[in-house]
């Protein structure tokens, strides 16, 4: 079992920035894929960021948060920051981390993912 904690919410400006941190436990993978996804209220949950991690790197981004956010790789094995700047009322939601070993497959559909955080809020202010 891998076991994720989010960190680093709160509530903030328009226009601040934020660093979300995701740290795995448990069991971890060598290669795997992980990402963001965010839930407002009476929403679905939507896809924010995946980071894929082989031989190489790949990341990808949803269209609302391109050029804004960014997720990275930490120094640990399957920890992962989503640094997000220029936020958006919009941005207002819990955004959750998930983990998959499995790196094929869609990374921006939620059940590609066998591992999910509690989840952190994320609140921006007009």
């Known amino acids: 079992q891998v076991q994720l904690v989010e960190s680093g919410g709160g509530l903030v400006q328009a226009g601040d920035s934020l660093r979300l941190s995701c740290a795995a436990s448990g069991r971890t993978f060598s290669r795997y894929a992980m990402a963001w996804f965010r839930q407002a209220p009476g929403k679905e949950r939507e896809f924010v960021a995946a980071?894929?991690?082989?031989?190489?790197?790949?990341?990808y981004y949803a269209g609302s948060v391109k050029g804004r956010f960014t997720i990275s790789r930490g120094s640990a094995k399957m920890t992962v920051y989503l640094q997000m700047n220029s936020l958006k009322p919009e941005d207002t939601a819990v955004y959750l981390c998930?983990?998959?070993?499995?790196?094929?497959?869609?990374?921006?559909?939620?059940?590609?993912?066998?591992?999910w955080g509690q989840g952190t809020q994320v609140t921006v202010s007009s």
């Open positions: 980071i894929v991690v082989t031989a190489t790197r790949f990341t």
């Open positions: 998930a983990a998959d070993g499995d790196v094929t497959g869609s990374y921006f559909t939620p059940s590609k993912y066998a591992y």
